[in-house]
């Protein structure tokens, strides 16, 4: 990960300030200050620091948050960690990451000599382990230096989805995607397709083979009227392609050169484990989904992360167009058709756009949307898991530092993709929309972890679990888990919000 991509964890409740001030007075500051409004965020203000941490005890501000990361990302050149004057040891950097990659991963042996009773971490030590994970997220730059006799599946990556390897059209789930077929088919070959029966057969999981087509009816893209479908899947691409030539082929408004630029940055960081994603066509397509997508959302334009919500629908469509057999984590998608490509850029950009339409509030100003579900699964685990929520509190770990990417960018950050696909098949089949089923998954996500957080005594170990969970071995089975506690969640709590309530904060 690029150190300019802090985690919200870096930036949230002040901590950003124990990085700035850990160097010497009269040096330059590690960060690279800017005035420069950034897409999607609330200008920054001047001045406003935080330099003590806030109780749990007291409501995080969002406010707060936001001001508080106002430096961390530079709309300029994209050199920050390479500003004249700001060194790091190389050899310094790589010893505490791997004493932190050692401590953490040796927590079980560690944990018989922490004190059961210790106290919640002091100002001073908090800083230090952030510090260290500054050093930790520096260090990935070059992995195979610091880790280099760690073998490849071993090595983590916190916030990255993982290389595709093992998509759900292996050999192994041959049988189990030929049994589902054989119930998809005659529905979706039927003249007036039910949408209800459509998505009782989806919630459970869709076959690789007819996830394309299904994704497109389930997300309003294509209707459910057979006769109609063709027709009016040509009139949305040929639209598509009509608003990149009338605003991406042309002299772009100064208004959204802002955008256009931001997006220009975060696209070639896009998932470096995955080398599709790094094709220069691939790239291309992302830009013009993203930008196109920005302007006709002015109350929201482009956010940072949101690249990573186009990676499923990329991903579904280029398996319908290529063979079976293919390898997608380094196929060459410039071998397709040009026909072929804009079939599947023009497919992405409409089915973004009707997914996100539930959550617009995600991404307007202050991303109030984000607030207000960071707040509610803080109430919620307080509910359900009493013991797991005081554990949190009592070492300093807010909500907001782990949950706002999870909300953010829908956990596309914490999954391996080919696991964010098969959630999304259980997304784009709820009947009443995502956006409040997503709390409980992410509920039920948080508690899956419940006995190895609760093994955390410290902060930083807290942090460094919550931030680097380890997914990289899920499969389907695991998050049909998840996605059932979720509906348990919401069965129990969604009509009886003051369950919620808890005098108990």
Not at 12 to 23: L, R, V
Not at 261 to 266: E, F, T
Not at 312 to 333: G, H, K
Not at 410 to 427: A, S
């Amino acid at each position: 990960m690029h150190l300019c991509e802090f985690p919200p964890y870096l930036v949230a409740g002040g901590t950003m300030d124990g990085i700035g001030d850990s160097f010497e007075e009269g040096k330059p500051s590690f960060w690279k200050k800017t005035s420069k409004a950034v897409p999607g965020r609330p200008s920054p203000k001047r001045d406003v620091r935080t330099n003590s941490y806030k109780s749990s005890s007291t409501s995080t501000s969002f406010q707060d948050f936001q001001e508080s990361v106002n430096d961390a990302w530079d709309l300029g050149d994209d050199d920050i960690c390479g500003s004249a004057g700001v060194t790091i040891s190389s050899r310094v950097s790589q010893s505490a990451a791997l004493s932190v990659i050692n401590n953490h991963r040796n927590t079980a042996g560690g944990d018989d000599e922490r004190s059961p009773q210790q106290p919640i971490l002091s100002e001073r030590k908090k800083t230090e382990a952030i510090q260290r994970l500054a050093l930790l997220q520096n260090t990935q730059a070059a992995p195979v230096a610091v880790v280099q006799h760690t073998p490849h599946h071993a090595r983590q990556f916190p916030g990255r989805p993982q290389p595709l390897r093992g998509l759900p059209n292996s050999g192994s789930r041959e049988g189990e995607e030929s049994s589902k077929l054989e119930r998809f088919q005659p529905l979706l070959e039927s003249t007036l397709l039910n949408l209800e029966d459509l998505r009782q057969l989806s919630w459970s999981g869709i076959p690789v083979k007819v996830r394309a087509i299904t994704w497109r009816l389930l997300s309003g893209y294509v209707p459910a009227n057979l006769e109609r479908r063709q027709h009016v899947l040509e009139q949305k691409r040929q639209d598509y392609w009509n608003l990149v030539k009338q605003y991406f082929n042309t002299e772009r408004d100064e208004a959204y050169e802002d955008t256009y630029r931001q997006i220009h940055i975060d696209i070639p960081r896009m998932s470096p484990l995955i080398a599709l994603f790094q094709q220069q066509t691939v790239q291309e397509m992302f830009e013009r989904i993203l930008y196109i997508w920005a302007i006709r959302h002015p109350a929201s334009g482009y956010v940072q992360g949101m690249n990573d919500l186009v990676t499923p629908f990329y991903i579904v469509f280029l398996q319908e167009a290529i063979p079976s057999d293919c390898d997608l984590d380094t196929f060459d998608v410039s071998r397709l058709s040009k026909e072929q490509r804009d079939i599947i850029e023009a497919d992405s950009f409409w089915c973004l756009s009707k997914f996100l339409d539930g959550i617009q509030d995600n991404y307007i100003f202050a991303q109030l949307g984000i607030q207000r579900k960071v707040n509610q699964l803080k109430e919620l685990i307080q509910r359900i898991d009493t013991p797991l929520h005081r554990h949190l509190q009592q070492h300093g770990v807010d909500y907001l530092q782990f949950s706002f990417r999870w909300m953010n960018n829908l956990l596309t950050r914490e999954l391996p993709l080919y696991c964010t696909i098969r959630l999304w098949d259980t997304y784009l089949a709820e009947s009443d929309g995502f956006a409040s089923f997503q709390l409980y998954v992410c509920a039920a996500f948080l508690m899956h972890w419940r006995q190895e957080l609760l093994q955390e005594k410290d902060f930083q170990g807290l942090m460094l679990m919550l931030q680097n969970l380890p997914t990289q071995r899920w499969t389907d089975s695991e998050i049909s888990i998840v996605v059932a506690e979720a509906y348990r969640l919401k069965f129990t709590f969604a009509d009886a919000p003051n369950h919620l309530q808890s005098s108990d904060k």
